[in-house]
């Protein structure tokens, strides 16, 4: 590569230009976006797409977990490609894939074909999430890296707050087909964005070269760090409670207690609303206090509140507000856990970012499509089971971070 195209490469961005900052931080955001849009669009039409295709509330519910597997198989795919290739040849292929398999959602005549399709969807939903953390990984130092992630998490919680009033105000004037097809729009849009407006940050001078070999050296890098991977599960688990909470309450809520499908998104959004306030402390908290000080303190708190979930759930406590408040405070707090273990977990392997990006997607949605799908394989018509997988969840995180490797000091520069 000669020099000039190296020096026309994009570098470090800083928080001090804030025009490059926010608008790389926005492109991000909307792509990282593509997902919980696409997870949470179409959560209010569960029971009447269990109606019109005949199929089970279980059936239905594993469209979602099986949205999850996509994600984290697909992820483990796009990492490494995208530290051989650049992120944009990723990008694209994901949001072709996305577009595509949005369009046949639409179309699925029964809701074995829709499961298919929504694997499908997922594999090419999942490249905008990987390749987004590898950039920021590329562009930014620790203290703004903190800060990104921070900001992604207020794009991504916007799309949870807006998906399913819209998805309810979609099933009631144009079906739960029109959801698929407003997605496989955001797709379309989204790729002309990265044409477009997102500059490639992996230089060919930094890519690897290497075939498979170099690949599962790279991953088994990773799973020798141990520090890495307890980070990794922290933060998996802690998503994965989101992800179990994702699939079972449109049921629990529309079902159970009654909330009526287009009013679902208002209490949904609630949820989202304070992932997006916990994010944007945590922006300004993070860098003040360290990320594991941030940990130590939320932890514990996610763990009570799980517990006090249990509570309410088995013995009725509190009616639906006391289902409500302990799920606003589990959910919440990924907010505060996903920007800090991801930062701790990917700075020492800047050599392998996109590596390092895949396998905590991978295995933040293993752990996302089991809670998911042990929520509704344990469905009973009551909010127990949803209950019982997020407190087991939050009892989780809390314990392997305390068992955790004495984490070293995070330091880093540009580099």
């Not at 025009?19 to 997902?35: E, Q």
């Not at 694209?92 to 929504?118: D, E, H, M, P």
């Not at 590596?355 to 394989?377: D, E, K, P, R, V």
């Not at 997020?390 to 490797?405: D, K």
């Amino acid at each position: 590569m000669s020099t000039s195209s190296a020096e026309a490469l994009p570098g470090i961005v800083s928080s001090s230009d804030r025009a490059a900052y926010y608008r790389l931080g926005l492109i991000l955001g909307a792509l990282t976006a593509m997902g919980p849009l696409a997870i949470d669009m179409y959560l209010p039409s569960f029971p009447t797409i269990a109606r019109e295709l005949q199929a089970t509330p279980a059936s239905v519910q594993v469209t979602a977990a099986v949205y999850f597997v996509g994600l984290a198989v697909g992820q483990a795919l796009y990492g490494p490609l995208s530290d051989r290739l650049g992120r944009k040849i990723p990008l694209y292929v994901g949001l072709i894939v996305f577009v595509t398999a949005s369009i046949g959602c639409a179309f699925a005549g029964s809701v074995r074909s829709l499961i298919v399709l929504r694997f499908v969807q997922a594999l090419g939903g999942c490249a905008e999430m990987v390749v987004a953390r590898a950039v920021v990984r590329d562009r930014f130092a620790v203290s703004d890296a903190i800060k990104v992630l921070s900001l992604l998490m207020l794009v991504m919680g916007l799309a949870p707050i807006l998906a399913p009033l819209i998805g309810g105000q979609l099933l009631v004037k144009f079906g739960w087909r029109s959801v698929f097809l407003v997605l496989a729009a955001y797709g379309a849009l989204g790729l002309l964005v990265v044409i477009g407006w997102l500059p490639e940050s992996l230089p060919p001078s930094r890519r690897h070269v290497g075939g498979v070999d170099a690949i599962l050296a790279g991953f088994h890098v990773l799973l020798k760090d141990r520090l890495y991977l307890a980070y990794a599960l922290v933060g998996g688990l802690t998503i994965a409670a989101m992800f179990a909470y994702i699939a079972a309450s449109p049921f629990v809520f529309i079902e159970v207690f009654h909330v009526a499908p287009e009013r679902y998104g208002l209490f949904f959004g609630t949820n989202a609303f304070g992932i997006i306030t916990a994010s944007q402390i945590n922006g300004r908290l993070a860098p003040r206090i360290g990320p594991e000080g941030v940990l130590t303190r939320v932890l514990p708190v996610i763990m009570v509140a799980g517990l006090v979930l249990v509570t309410s759930a088995f013995t009725g406590f509190g009616g639906f507000a006391g289902i409500l408040v302990p799920l606003f405070v589990c959910v919440a707090s990924v907010g505060f856990v996903m920007p800090n273990t991801t930062v701790l977990a990917m700075d020492p392997h800047a050599r392998i970012a996109g590596s390092a990006s895949a396998l905590l997607g991978t295995l933040q949605f293993l752990l996302g499509a089991a809670s998911g799908g042990l929520a509704s394989a344990l469905a009973d018509g009551t909010p127990r089971p949803l209950a019982v997988v997020i407190a087991a969840c939050g009892a989780g995180a809390f314990a392997i971070y305390r068992s955790r490797p004495r984490p070293k000091a995070v330091a880093r520069g540009a580099a």
